[in-house]
């Protein structure tokens, strides 16, 4: 199954650190494998994040190398359902969020995050989370 990668893990995977984190190594060996999906709005807020130009510049080229999933008007709509059906419980999220939600279930994806709040929508939403491998070599 391909892997919906939220903002939140691609931050963490790129943060430049001398210990390699078990976020970014699980990030590595999606990429490796293929699996590893984008959406616009999650390169839209990667690179809104990106206060030098020589940053946004890197940053743009690296992610280039992963197309965005084009987006259709069902995916928007789902993503206002889910929000409604979400929001009925007591959770609340961004439209981002949702809209990640949706297009996971209707591609039929795995979301990878390190944002605490997909836990919740799993509880009410058909989505599927996906949980780091423990992979030392």
Not at 22 to 29: D, K, Q, T
Not at 52 to 64: C, P
Not at 68 to 74: A, K, N, V
Request: proline share 4%; glycine share 6%.
């Amino acid at each position: 199954m391909n892997i919906l990668v939220d903002t939140s893990i691609w931050s963490l995977a790129l943060r430049r650190s001398r210990v390699v984190s078990p976020v970014a190594e699980e990030l590595s060996h999606l990429i490796q494998e293929g699996r590893v999906e984008i959406i616009g709005p999650i390169r839209q807020e990667l690179l809104s994040g990106m206060t030098h130009r020589a940053q946004f510049d890197l940053l743009q080229n690296k992610l280039g190398d992963f197309p965005d999933l084009p987006l259709r008007t069902s995916h928007f709509e789902m993503a206002a359902d889910f929000s409604n059906q979400c929001r009925k419980h007591g959770i609340q999220g961004s439209h981002t969020d949702f809209l990640i939600c949706s297009v996971a279930h209707l591609e039929k994806l795995s979301i990878y995050s390190a944002d605490g709040d997909f836990e919740h929508y799993a509880k009410r939403l058909p989505i599927h989370l996906h949980r780091a491998r423990n992979i030392r070599k």
